[in-house]
């Protein structure tokens, strides 16, 4: 499946942004999806991921209360809401998709299905 992210942005210290995910040439009901980021210097981190039928998500968490993750199957594309920005969000936001994951929380190493990114600037 190829994924295509976008939504990014600058946005203040306590405002909001939603990224969406376009997910082509697979099932999308088949696959876990998550979203990921990467601040300078820094591991990619597990932010968000929802389960095949929207049922079940998990969240990093900082990002528990701010971030909303949620899909649209009819769509084959995933979301993130996020609020309440703060400067620490501040990172490459990456979608990620996996045919054989069992659970929405899951390490990088596990996803075979990456995103080209998009930037989140969160400023003060």
């Known amino acids: 499946v190829q994924l295509q992210a976008s939504g990014g942005g600058l946005v203040q210290v306590g405002g909001s942004l939603g990224l969406s995910c376009a997910a082509s040439?697979?099932?999308?009901?088949?696959?876990?999806m998550g979203w990921f980021r990467q601040a300078p210097g820094k591991e990619r981190e597990f932010v968000a991921g929802?389960?095949?039928?929207?049922?079940?998500?998990d969240y990093e968490d900082s990002a528990k209360g701010r971030f909303t993750i949620y899909r649209d199957n009819a769509k084959n594309t995933v979301y993130l809401q996020m609020h309440s920005l703060r400067p620490e969000d501040t990172a490459v936001y990456y979608c990620?998709?996996?045919?054989?994951?069992?659970?929405?929380?899951?390490?990088?190493?596990?996803?075979?299905?990456w995103g080209p990114g998009t930037l989140v600037t969160v400023s003060s």
């Open positions: 040439g697979g099932t999308f009901r088949d696959y876990v």
């Open positions: 990620a998709a996996d045919r054989f994951l069992r659970n929405t929380r899951f390490l990088s190493s596990e996803v075979s299905n």
């Open positions: 929802i389960s095949r039928g929207g049922g079940s998500t």
